[in-house]
């Protein structure tokens, strides 16, 4: 028995060893005093949510404030903002009509009042000027067609009229009218591409009428389809169009699981989702509108609301990997969602059940959150930088600002997300990346690193821990929150030499995130 526990004792020993000798020490090189140009902050410009009643919730408005505060979202998009529980339109017993606003009035109100504007989606169909009763989700939100397209244009003008004189002309011209959902799919649009065309024409010369700055696009379609389609139906018949719209996700199959119950695996493709981004860019490229903005108005890891890569922390070096990729070939890459807070599959019954949020529904922060908190956190100026999964920048007063990660696909063959991410999953070695900072202004700087990964600023893997309870008690939320703030991990006074140079080794684990800060103590 001795000699077994020896022999394995040595095995790990060399396994240990041979890990070290292996790993390479990544170089982050950057002189502060190059400029590549201005920090590309298109991932804050818009945010999802599920739909425009859930809004209503006060706890939904205080995660919103949260991460307004944190991740510095600009605009947010949601479905549902014409469903009946919006209580938008009706048709009495004498077949008059009647519009009411009050509940948009109420969402958009707290919206502004915030500093978010709305990123509008129009849709879904009013069940009064439906033309059938399909519906998708808990919620029910009608997906067919208008039985009258000249009443469906007239809603959407009482609407943007509305919104005119209750905010301001200038207000609204700087908001985004975009025309349904998901119109490729079946269960988002009981009609052909005709018909989403004429939808689409009907609410973009109603939206026009009111202001032609008003900015208006589509067809918000799944798996980065129509976008060529969209600009050839819009220059052939002079319709309206500021921008196009569509969405991708990073699983192999399938584009729709209205409640869960699909087994995704997460796609081993490195371009995942940012080769649908740089396709579009290249179709309006080649089209007749060669400058048309793009907005990729859903994107994530998963297209289902009941995937676990959504809580695990590989989410935080996968968002930063897919943004990294896009670079500024989309105007906007809207995350799918922010909160757990979120209803189409009905109310979820756990705390954590893979749900599509940056926030789950009391509130605590995934890994994911800390992704666009520490994106927020750079300085306005991005650095020149040869490492490709790393983004340096620096303010006017000279705080340098270095976000790095690791992003490494951990799912094995033959099982899937739901299968593999429930589980502790703890991350492999790397090796060390070491960031250099050359051309500092000798002096005394407060260093500080905050870190997302395994165990770091990782509720999901906590809540593992407790044994994954499907509800938690008040004392485990608050637990859970204090494992998740985001606040570094380390802080010390640093003192820069002559030379100006600092470097700062970390050691590295698969799917790590590191935001590395250098502030001018003499300044604060």
Not at 41 to 46: H, I, K, M
Not at 120 to 138: C, H, Q, R
């Amino acid at each position: 028995m001795r000699i077994k526990e020896i022999t394995s004792a040595l095995l790990g020993g060399l396994l240990l060893l041979s890990q070290v000798a292996t790993a390479q020490t990544r170089h982050i090189d950057v002189h502060v005093g190059q400029i590549a140009g201005d920090f590309n902050r298109t991932f804050n410009e818009v945010v999802g949510a599920g739909r425009a009643n859930e809004g209503l919730r006060a706890d939904w408005q205080q995660q919103l404030a949260e991460i307004k505060r944190d991740a510095g979202f600009r605009y947010i998009r949601m479905h549902g903002l014409l469903s009946d529980d919006m209580g938008v339109y009706k048709v009495d017993a004498q077949g008059k009509e009647h519009y009411n606003f009050q509940y948009i009035d109420a969402l958009y109100d707290y919206l502004l009042s915030i500093g978010v504007k709305p990123f509008v989606e129009l849709g879904f169909m009013p069940s009064a000027m439906a033309s059938g009763d399909k519906t998708i989700f808990w919620w029910r939100g009608n997906v067919t067609p208008p039985r009258d397209y000249a009443k469906w244009g007239g809603l959407v003008k009482r609407l943007a009229r509305h919104w005119t004189d209750r905010y301001g002309r200038d207000e609204v011209a700087t908001w985004y009218f975009e025309v349904w959902n998901e119109p490729n799919l079946d269960g988002f649009w009981a009609g052909s591409q005709a018909e989403y065309f004429r939808l689409y024409d009907h609410a973009a010369r109603a939206v026009k009428s009111v202001d032609p700055r008003y900015r208006v696009g589509g067809p918000a379609t799944a798996g980065a389809a129509w976008i060529p389609e969209m600009i050839a139906h819009a220059t052939a018949n002079d319709v309206p169009l500021d921008f196009v719209s569509t969405h991708s996700y990073g699983v192999n199959q399938g584009y729709l699981d209205e409640f869960g119950t699909t087994g995704t695996v997460l796609s081993k493709d490195e371009r995942a989702v940012s080769n649908d981004v740089l396709k579009n860019r290249r179709e309006i490229a080649a089209s007749k509108l060669p400058k048309l903005a793009l907005h990729y108005t859903e994107w994530s890891s998963s297209y289902t609301p009941a995937d676990p890569t959504h809580d695990s922390y590989h989410q935080a070096a996968y968002i930063l990997e897919k943004l990294k990729q896009t670079g500024d070939a989309a105007q906007s890459m809207s995350y799918w969602v922010f909160t757990d807070i979120f209803e189409e599959a009905g109310p979820r019954f756990e705390a954590f059940h893979g749900g599509f949020g940056l926030m789950n529904t009391q509130g605590i922060k995934k890994p994911g959150y800390f992704a666009y908190q520490f994106l927020n956190q750079l300085g306005p100026k991005e650095l020149r930088n040869t490492d490709a999964r790393s983004i340096a920048t620096v303010d006017t007063k000279g705080d340098v600002g270095v976000l790095l990660w690791d992003y490494t696909h951990t799912l094995p063959e033959g099982i899937n997300n739901q299968q593999y991410f429930i589980k502790d999953l703890p991350a492999r070695p790397k090796g060390e990346a070491r960031v250099t900072l050359r051309g500092v202004a000798p002096g005394a700087y407060a260093l500080s690193i905050s870190q997302v990964g395994y165990r770091r600023n990782d509720a999901y893997t906590a809540y593992i821990g407790m044994g994954s309870p499907s509800q938690l008690t008040r004392k485990q939320v608050t637990e859970l929150k204090g494992q998740a703030t985001g606040a570094p991990s380390e802080r010390r006074t640093v003192r820069v030499g002559a030379d100006g140079t600092l470097s700062v080794p970390l050691p590295l684990r698969e799917n790590d995130v590191y935001l590395v800060q250098l502030k001018r103590e003499s300044a604060r």
